[in-house]
């Protein structure tokens, strides 16, 4: 539903509620946000030159080369051979190292509406099976809250 609204509200270009003008976007963290935003410079300059590309979640830039097409895991990785490339572009310096508890957050989790391969319980196991479930998730959850430095 959620990509069904997003995707009527960008064909219009213009949405209004109550003579106001009001945008509809993706929700992300900010955490991803940030990472989204370092590509801000490289995707303006493919738009100028009517290169096509998209930006797949979490934080990822897919570019459609004459040559072929390129997936882009950072923005330094993208800026570096957008300039190999001879695209005027600033190369965004690598950061100090990965946030390794925000790697392992976004690889545990799954989009949603896709079934995890051997999702299927038999009766027998299904109460021990859903039980494993919440305690992981309460415990990540307890972990999140513990974070010293919320964003």
């Known amino acids: 539903m959620k990509e069904e609204v997003i995707r009527r509200a960008w064909q219009k270009r213009e949405?209004?509620?109550n003579n106001t003008r009001f945008y509809i976007d993706h929700d992300y963290p900010s955490a991803i946000l940030k990472r989204r935003m370092e590509y801000a410079e490289a995707k303006k300059i493919l738009k100028e030159r009517k290169t096509k590309?998209?930006?797949?979640?979490?934080?990822?830039?897919?570019?459609f080369y004459n040559d072929g097409t390129r997936l882009y895991q950072s923005a330094t990785e993208a800026t570096e051979d957008m300039a190999s490339r001879g695209f005027p572009v600033t190369i965004i310096p690598?950061?100090?190292?990965?946030d390794e508890r925000e790697t392992e957050l976004l690889s545990t989790w799954q989009v949603a509406g896709h079934r995890r391969v051997g999702a299927a319980i038999t009766p027998d196991r299904a109460p021990q099976k859903k039980k494993a479930s919440q305690t992981q998730f309460k415990e990540k959850l307890q972990e999140f809250r513990r974070d010293p430095h919320p964003e």
């Open 15 to 17: 949405v209004f509620y």
């Open 94 to 98: 690598a950061p100090d190292g990965p």
């Open 53 to 63: 590309f998209q930006t797949p979640y979490p934080a990822r830039l897919r570019v």
